[in-house]
């Protein structure tokens, strides 16, 4: 069974740059930061956009329950007052989470980052469903600042 501690390699500052021509036609930068909370069982995770289009968000991660969907529970809020319930895995290097639409106006969603071998880089995509079919929302590079 996966370890909270299995995420030390993603732990740490990271600048960002959003690539979603979907939304605007500019990359747009950020940041983002994930740390420890006392005791290392839960994981703070932030994020900030420079574009306000963008939400900030903060993220808290802990192991998932034995018979859980996914290695790790992540609860997400941000600024526009909007919370969810993210599934996520880390192996091998490959950061994914994914989650349920939970009412009619909602979607699905997953994300999927590969480390880089020298853990200075994270590619990663979005996909989200519309229309019954999933399709690609945007990219982003994290950065180890």
Same mark, same amino acid.
């Given at each position: 069974? %996966?370890?909270?501690?299995? /995420?030390?390699?993603?732990? !740490?500052?990271?600048?960002?740059?959003? +690539?979603?021509?979907?939304?605007?036609?500019?990359?747009?930068?950020?940041?983002?930061? *994930?740390? &420890? /909370?006392?005791?290392?069982?839960?994981? *703070?995770?932030? #994020?900030?956009?420079?574009?306000?289009?963008?939400?900030?968000?903060?993220? /808290?991660?802990?192991?998932?329950?034995?018979?859980?969907?996914?290695?790790? $529970?992540?609860?997400?809020? +941000?600024?526009?007052?909007? #919370?969810?319930?993210?599934?996520?895995?880390?192996? +091998?290097?490959? @950061?994914? @989470? @994914?989650?349920?639409?939970?009412? %009619? +106006?909602?979607?699905?969603?997953?994300?999927?980052?590969? /480390? #880089?071998?020298? !853990?200075?880089?994270?590619?990663? #995509?979005?996909? *989200?469903?519309?229309? !019954?079919? &999933?399709?690609?929302?945007?990219?982003? $590079?994290? $950065?180890?600042?």
């Amino acid at each position: 069974m %996966p370890d909270i501690k299995d /995420l030390e390699p993603l732990i !740490g500052r990271w600048s960002q740059v959003v +690539d979603a021509p979907r939304h605007v036609e500019e990359k747009v930068e950020g940041d983002m930061t *994930l740390e &420890w /909370l006392r005791d290392e069982k839960v994981i *703070l995770q932030r #994020s900030i956009a420079e574009n306000p289009r963008f939400p900030e968000g903060v993220i /808290l991660i802990m192991a998932s329950e034995e018979d859980a969907e996914g290695d790790f $529970t992540a609860h997400y809020f +941000d600024s526009r007052a909007v #919370s969810r319930i993210l599934h996520m895995s880390f192996q +091998d290097g490959v @950061w994914k @989470w @994914w989650r349920h639409a939970t009412d %009619p +106006d909602d979607f699905d969603q997953r994300f999927e980052g590969t /480390l #880089s071998r020298d !853990g200075k880089t994270i590619e990663s #995509s979005c996909y *989200l469903v519309e229309d !019954g079919e &999933w399709i690609h929302d945007f990219d982003v $590079t994290y $950065t180890r600042a």
